[in-house]
């Protein structure tokens, strides 16, 4: 499936305590780790799925899209 143009994936860091979680569940490898936190490493993959925003245990990611393009 290809990306969605329109989504944006926000990640508050000081909430995440670097389980890697969102990074394997992700189906599509678009989060990765750096020091210790998530981080978007290619948003072009993304297919707004919501599976990293559902699987954070601590709620720090937000997937944002315009859901009228669904
Ligand atoms: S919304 Fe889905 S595809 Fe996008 S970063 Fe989260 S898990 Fe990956
Ligand atoms: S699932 Fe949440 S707490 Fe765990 S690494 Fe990802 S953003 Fe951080």
Redesign the pocket.
């Known amino acids: 499936m290809a990306g969605k143009s329109n989504v944006k994936i926000h990640?508050k860091t000081e909430?995440?305590?670097?389980?890697?979680?969102?990074?394997e569940y992700c189906p599509t490898d678009v989060?990765a780790?750096r020091n210790g936190?998530?981080y978007v490493k290619d948003i072009t993959k993304c297919t707004a799925c919501e599976l990293?925003e559902i699987?954070?245990?601590?709620f720090?990611?937000t997937v944002l899209y315009d859901k009228s393009e669904k």
Do not use: T, Y
Request: aromatic share 4%; with cysteine.
């Open positions: 990640i909430w995440c305590k670097g389980c890697v979680i969102c990074v989060l780790m936190k998530a990293c699987r954070c245990p601590d720090a990611i």
